[in-house]
Nanobody, 118 residues
Framework: QVQLVESGGGLVQPGGSLRLSCAAS????????MGWYRQGPGKERELVAG?????????TDSVKGRFTISRDNVKNTNTVYLQMNSLKPEDTAVYYC??????????WGQGIQVTVSS
């Protein structure tokens, strides 16, 4: 079993910053990738940013230059971060982290609300 705990969401004004964290613990073996998805009001869930085990990363076009994904592995806990700068109202969504494995199922976090509003 794998547990994912997300933190760092909240309310921020346009132009502000937030840092999301997702700590994965449990049976962490052969991680393929970790990533952040989001689902805005009335929208489908979309991949925002992902990072592969080898370190390469991906960003959807709307967040390039504003968001940065990173990860670390301390004491058998894999943590993925999403630094979000220059936030816009359209970034408002529930953000979900996901961990994928080579030889097992994927796991999702419970979701965390990010609201960008003045």
């Amino acid at each position: 079993q794998v547990q994912l705990v997300e933190s760092g969401g909240g309310l921020v004004q346009p132009g502000g910053s937030l840092r999301l964290s997702c700590a994965a613990s449990g049976s962490i073996l052969a991680v393929k990738a970790m990533g952040w998805y989001r689902q805005g009001p009335g929208k489908e869930r979309e991949l925002v940013a992902g990072i592969l085990a080898g370190g390469s990363s991906y960003y959807t076009d709307s967040v390039k230059g504003r968001f940065t994904i990173s990860r670390d592995n301390v004491k058998n806990t894999n943590t993925v971060y999403l630094q979000m700068n220059s936030l816009k109202p359209e970034d408002t969504a529930v953000y979900y982290c996901k961990i994928g494995f080579y030889y097992s199922q994927d796991y999702w976090g419970q979701g965390i609300q990010v609201t960008v509003s003045s």
